[in-house]
């Protein structure tokens, strides 16, 4: 088995209160998806909308998410596949990708020594 | 020449250089299983081949070539596995997945390892430009160098676009595997893409050593066939073979002696490979058969239709543009559009192609398309509105690179300004 980091992409700011009924009953239903096509969800989380985001770049700190684009970062969670076929299927079902997007990226493992 | 076990030298090089080009897959594919990395399954299969040039010698030449390499790169793959082994289980292996949860029907009916060699170089994770490079380094067995000469960038540039499409293979998993049924319709159009671009790479020749580009032909050619052999069911992968075939079959008149383009209506059709335009035929034939037919298959349909015609007047416009309307609703392309006011000005008149022309050109997906003015220029001198032809020659050129392309639209735009306001005005 493979983790992933699956990184959800919405329009800003990406309010989790905001989310139409429709998309939170897509969201309900999602879990038992991703069993059923072979991966675990290992941990996940939603977070508060991007106008709650300071960054800080050198020393400066500044209020909002790190660059200015239309669509921010609204959550991510850690999904236990055996390859990447099967993590693709998975992401192609999270409602995110309807109006925004989801990225499948391969957890670091450090080598052994 | 020197010999030994009497085997002569130079007759183990053949047959060295014969098995790479034939069995290269082959081995690469099943060592890869075994290695569980393409970086490892490479190396021991160039050494494999290395060291068939003493073995055979002494030994003889295998009977089965393909096979004694298999083995030979198997078992040095095993060795550099059990030497490192505490390291190398901690590295990310290719993923088999065989007998997984999904499809695990669909995925005993097809056990070559070639199959998932070609699968996995074209997944649909990977760039376009990497699964070329990749299809053209890990199934066709061309050198790195060679690759980059091809495509024009330095082997630097490709070796790096090469390391980074297998990093990415393992760290992300791609699975070593050939798609289940629900998927293969798509995956294996992204490997027929490929194939065909390697094609026209080779075909089109935008520059290059001719040499290098011709290769490319043949190479593309012998995917193709080995795909079919693999996959002899699927008509799509019949349709692009005889697409190419029958594409192919013109290369020797496409220019005239000096490099000048020729266009299809001055090609010299007897010079034309009648073997291979037959096989296409066929090709399209069987593909038909099978009521599910395809772009490529329609493509073949299309070039067959040309090929059989005993000129460029005789040929079946009617049905070449029934087929075009087929493939528009397989594959809604504006180029496909574009492509098919060719066959309508043959059936409708140049006005009418005109017509439906003027419209495709409010697309914006074919602005900067060179064929768009060459295809009004040609419609507009037939309508004998040469200055207008004239001006659209003058936009075709604008936007082509190709040498023997700009010569062929420098005299047509010559003799539509001959033709233009100077005389006609008096007339």
């Known amino acids: ?75 991510f969670f850690v999904l236990e596949a055996p390859d990447l076929d099967v993590a693709l299927r998975i992401a192609k079902l999270n409602p995110a990708t309807r109006n925004g997007a989801v990225e499948v990226r391969p957890l670091f493992v450090p080598p052994a020594e | 020449m020197s010999t030994a076990g009497g085997v002569s030298t130079t007759a183990v090089e053949r047959a060295v ?86 499809d695990e029907a669909d995925e005993d009916a097809v056990p070559d390892d070639r199959l998932r060699l070609v699968f996995t170089c074209c997944h649909p994770a990977l ?68 194939i065909h671009l390697l094609y026209t790479t080779g075909h089109t020749a935008p520059s290059g050593t001719d040499l290098v580009r011709a290769d490319l032909v043949d190479r593309a050619l012998s995917l193709t066939r080995m795909l079919l052999s693999l996959m002899p069911d699927e008509p799509e992968v019949r349709g692009l073979l005889a697409l190419l075939l029958v594409t192919d079959a013109r290369r020797a008149t496409r220019t ?14 007897t010079a034309w490979d009648r073997a291979a335009i037959e096989e296409g035929r066929r090709l399209v034939v069987g593909a038909f058969r099978t009521g599910r037919v395809g772009r490529y298959a329609l493509q073949a349909a299309i070039a067959s239709l040309h090929a059989e015609a005993e000129s460029y007047a005789d040929t079946d416009w009617r049905q070449v543009l029934g087929l075009y309307d087929e493939l528009l609703k397989v594959w ?72 023997a392309e700009r010569e062929f639209l420098a005299a047509r735009l010559a003799a539509a300004v001959d033709s233009g306001s100077g005389r006609s005005s008096g007339g």
């Open chain 2, 256 to 269: 005239d002696p000096a490099g000048r383009l020729l266009v299809l209506e001055e090609q010299d059709r």
């Open chain 2, 127 to 194: 760039a376009q430009e990497a699964q070329v490079a990749l299809t053209m380094r890990l199934v066709c067995g061309i050198s790195t160098g060679d690759i980059a000469k091809a495509f024009l960038v330095s082997e630097h540039t490709m070796a790096a676009r090469l390391t980074r499409a297998k990093k990415k293979i393992s760290a992300a998993r791609i699975p070593y595997r050939v798609p289940g049924a629900s998927e293969l319709p798509e995956r294996l159009d992204a490997v027929l893409t490929v």
């Open chain 2, 332 to 403: 809604p392309s504006p180029v496909v559009a574009l492509n098919r006011t060719v066959a309508l000005s043959m059936v409708r008149g140049p006005q009418a192609a005109l017509d439906e022309l003027e419209l495709l050109a409010r697309d914006d997906r074919l602005a900067g398309y060179r064929y768009l003015p060459a295809i009004r220029a040609d419609l507009l001198r037939r309508l004998g509105r040469h200055d207008e032809a004239a001006a659209a020659y003058r936009a075709a050129l604008d936007l082509t690179d190709n040498a």
């Open chain 2, 17 to 102: 250089v014969d098995a790479h080009r034939r069995e290269w897959a082959f081995v690469l594919a099943a060592t890869a299983r075994v290695a569980g990395d393409f970086d490892l399954a490479e190396e021991c299969v160039q050494e494999a081949y290395v060291s068939a040039l003493d073995a055979w010698a002494r030994d003889g030449i295998p009977r089965k070539p393909g096979a004694w390499l298999t083995a030979t790169a198997k078992r040095k793959a095993l060795d550099v596995l059990r030497r490192e082994r505490v390291f190398r289980t901690k590295l990310p292996l290719l993923v088999e997945r065989e007998g997984a949860e999904m």
């Open chain 1, 1 to 75: 088995m493979a983790q992933y980091g699956i990184l959800i992409y919405s329009p800003a700011p990406a309010d989790p209160t905001d989310l139409p009924p429709d998309y939170l009953e897509l969201l309900d239903r999602y879990p038992a998806q991703v069993e059923e096509l072979g991966g675990r969800i290992v941990t996940g989380f939603a977070l508060q909308p991007s106008t709650t985001a300071t960054t800080i770049r050198g020393g400066v700190v500044t209020d909002g998410p790190f660059v200015e684009v239309k669509e921010v970062v609204a959550g």
